[in-house]
């Protein structure tokens, strides 16, 4: 049995197990092979013949939120603790602030359908005798994270839950987003800087919380948590697809797919909040149609690639293009990738380096596409190779929100990949070479 028959035994099984009928999932499955072949892409093919099955899952498991109901997490986890009054709580002295800091939670955008990750802290000052166990205000947070989302909102539900289910002397939350903010496939070539993340940070209280302006205790939590300040910002920076300033003529069976998906989710798609979400998601997933023309570099590529000359000389010496930014979509979950590329290469005297240019116009063609890491490494290398002569070694590091956004919630990870020609591929010294001038490299998604 095959690795992929494995894995869709597995997922039946956790269906099942979890009380999610086959049938319950079917209409996603069937609105992803629409929007796939909207893109122009083959549902058969080897890399995208499970994708249906496993955005299903990811979908399934991103929004089970909207299954659960945070009474069943509170019922058993309350309890006793003397010296806390009734009413008074930290107001008179008595009791105490409670803060579970740095939970990391991740949700999707409703107005993009693309996830966001969350650095939730959460505070309250314990009243009428009881306490609630730590590890359930994760839980419950977690509720309101696995459902279609806006920073300000799942602060607002997390905080009037906890509040409602635990009576306390008064609830805080402070929640620090960050939001994949891709370029379009246009867009890349001209802004080299783009910064790849839009952040917000947002605040909710109640009770003792609820003046922020006035309250000594709101000063106390934040200052637990080592900032001083938790402003909202205005929504209008929020969610990077707002930014479009019309939307064009779009494929009806792609919007009708993702209406369809999110109605399967549990969703209203006339909900005033989601009604152009799907005409947004659209335009974003056309960043990466296939296309089934050859190399469609800039011009100082196909320059290049006519006016090189493989005879470069002799004494050879090592050349980079470091930190090349990229951005890409899996072709697994349909979720995005981002990252960067380094590029090693050997050049001789009187021979002229690639320029940046032409280097991080390769990395988008290959990014703008539905992929995989391990193919975009491979793709990168083979291309400038042709160019700049076979002695080529490229790594690539990335952040993908796969890991963190279908139940692995690997937050923080990132994943390297290597690929190395002529010299490099015999040579142990030549890509250590290369590998000690890589500089650090941290992702913040």
Known sequence: MSMG?????????ELRNNGVSGAETREIEEAVRVLLEGLGEDCNREGLRKTPLRVAKALREGTRGYKQKVKDIIASALFPEAGLESSNGHNDGVGGLVVVRDLDL????ESCLLPFQVKCHIGYVPSCQRVLGLSKLSRVADVFAKRLQEPQRLANEICASLQQAIKPAGVAIVL??????FPNSESALLDPNHNG???MNVKSGSGVFDDDKKSSVWTDFLNLLR???ADALDKKHWCPSRE????DLMDTAMLGAVTSILFSLGEEPLRKELVETPARFVKWLMNFKNSNLDLKLNGFVRDSLSSSNKDFGSNPHLCSELSLSFWSQCEHHLLPFHGVVHIGYY?????TPAGKSILQSIVHYYGFKLQMQERLTRQIAETVSSFLGNDVMVVVEASHTCMISRGIEKFGSSTATIAVLGRFSSDPTDRAKFLQIIPNSKFDY
């Open 244 to 247: 479009f300033s019309r939307m």
């Open 176 to 181: 620090q987003c960050s939001h994949i903010h």
């Open 347 to 351: 050049g001789h005297n009187g021979s």
């Open 227 to 229: 900032f001083r300040a």
């Open 197 to 199: 993340l839009v952040k």
């Open 106 to 109: 991740f949700s999707y955008c």
């Open 5 to 13: 028959s494995l894995d869709e035994g597995h997922y039946d099984e």
